[in-house]
């Protein structure tokens, strides 16, 4: 069975600072992983979704990788602003054509 | 954009009340989906629907639960018997393909409460 982890649970960071978010998953036989940010009582918004053939994927200051035979992702954020503050998710397929499996999610503060 | 819309968006009821849970997936989608976020934890699959039958359902999708696609624009569920451990954040999500290559969009959420 498919266990997304995500680490760190929370991340306080000062204002233009660049970051990582990391995110792990057990069965590496999965399409794609997809990165989410959910503002407090929100949706979920798609930021990213990288296949399972690539290794990276960019959109703004966003950049996400993949790394499929470690079962490991990364979120990049670069020169983080206030706005940026939410938590973020990574979803993968569980094990081929299936819904998405979530971790907990980081929650980041960027302080100004 | 289009997006996912969802009503209504906070929803208060009394424990064995049924309710009905909306949707509206974007226009072109042909994969839908619903899931749940009990406070302070993980997203949680419930069911997914394509072609007008469930795909897949997960282990909370029991009896209790329905889902339906009435017209060609809503999504529906349905909790005929609510319980306390029901309230949550109920999100639908709609993908153009399925999900080995489609991007799953989110709705905003019904918040439902059981009393």
């Known amino acids: 069975k498919q266990e997304v982890t995500q680490i760190p649970a929370a991340l306080s960071v000062p204002e233009g600072e660049n970051l990582v978010l990391n995110c792990s998953f057990t069965?590496?036989?999965?399409?794609?992983l997809q990165w989410f940010r959910q503002d407090p009582g929100k949706g979920l918004t798609s930021l990213l979704l990288i296949q399972s053939s690539q290794r990276e994927q960019t959109s703004g200051r966003l950049n996400a990788s993949l790394d499929k035979s470690s079962g490991r992702s990364t979120l990049y954020i670069a020169a983080s602003q206030p706005g940026d503050s939410a938590t973020y998710l990574c979803a993968v397929p569980n094990s081929g054509n299936t819904p998405l499996v979530f971790g907990k999610g980081t929650r980041l503060s960027v302080i100004a | 954009e289009p997006e996912v819309t969802q009503t209504p968006s906070h929803q208060v009821t009394q424990m064995g009340q049924e309710v009905i849970l909306r949707c509206v997936p974007i226009s072109n989608h042909l994969y839908f989906y619903w899931y749940r976020q009990i406070l302070g934890q993980k997203v949680e699959f419930l069911v997914s629907?394509?072609?007008?039958?469930?795909?897949?359902k997960s282990e909370i999708f029991d009896d209790q639960f329905s889902v339906e696609r009435p017209d060609g624009s809503n999504f529906t569920l349905k909790i005929r018997s609510t319980k306390l451990e029901d309230s949550a954040m109920y999100f639908c999500?709609?993908?153009?393909?399925?999900?080995?290559?489609?991007?799953?969009?989110f709705g905003p959420g019904t918040r439902l409460t059981v009393l």
């Open positions: 069965d590496s036989a999965i399409y794609n």
């Open positions: 629907f394509y072609n007008n039958e469930i795909s897949e």
């Open positions: 999500a709609s993908s153009e393909r399925g999900q080995s290559s489609g991007t799953q969009y």
